[in-house]
C-alpha cells in the first residue's frame, strides 16, 4: 500500500507544471501597440505619442484620434522632446514637407494637457 501511495504521490507531482502552464494559457493579455518617436528614436505606446499627419492634398495637421489618413509620424508627448524636433527639423524631413510653427503649438498644447 505504501508503494502505490508514493507512485500516485509522483504522479502528481510531475503533473503540477502541466497544471501551472494551463492557468497561464487562459489569461492573454493585451497587445499595446507601440511606435517610434521620429526625435529620440524610443519605441513608446502609442498613447503617449502624438501624431502628426500629411495627407494627399500636402496639408498638415495633428492627428488626435491618430486614424487619419495619409503620412503620419509619432512624438513623444513631451514639450522638450517637441522643442526639439522643432530645432532638428525631424519632423520636417520626416514629412517631407516644411512645418508650420501653429503645429508644434498645438502639439506643446496637446502635451500640456490643454486640449485633452
Known sequence: MIKSM?????KI???IP???????????KKKIP????????EMKP???????VRNKE???????????????????LDEAIIE?????????RQLGTEIEPEIFEH???IARGKNK
Open 6 to 10: 508514493k507512485t500516485v504521490q509522483m
Open 13 to 15: 507531482l510531475t503533473m
Open 18 to 28: 502541466y497544471l501551472n502552464k494551463g492557468e497561464h494559457d487562459m489569461v492573454k
Open 34 to 41: 507601440l511606435r517610434k518617436c521620429v526625435v529620440t528614436n
Open 46 to 52: 502609442k498613447q503617449e505619442m502624438i501624431r502628426v
Open 58 to 76: 500636402g496639408d498638415v495637421f495633428v492627428d488626435e484620434t491618430g486614424r487619419q489618413n495619409g503620412r503620419g509620424a509619432y512624438v513623444s
Open 84 to 92: 526639439k524636433a522643432k530645432k532638428t527639423g525631424a519632423l520636417n
Open 107 to 109: 502639439m506643446v498644447d
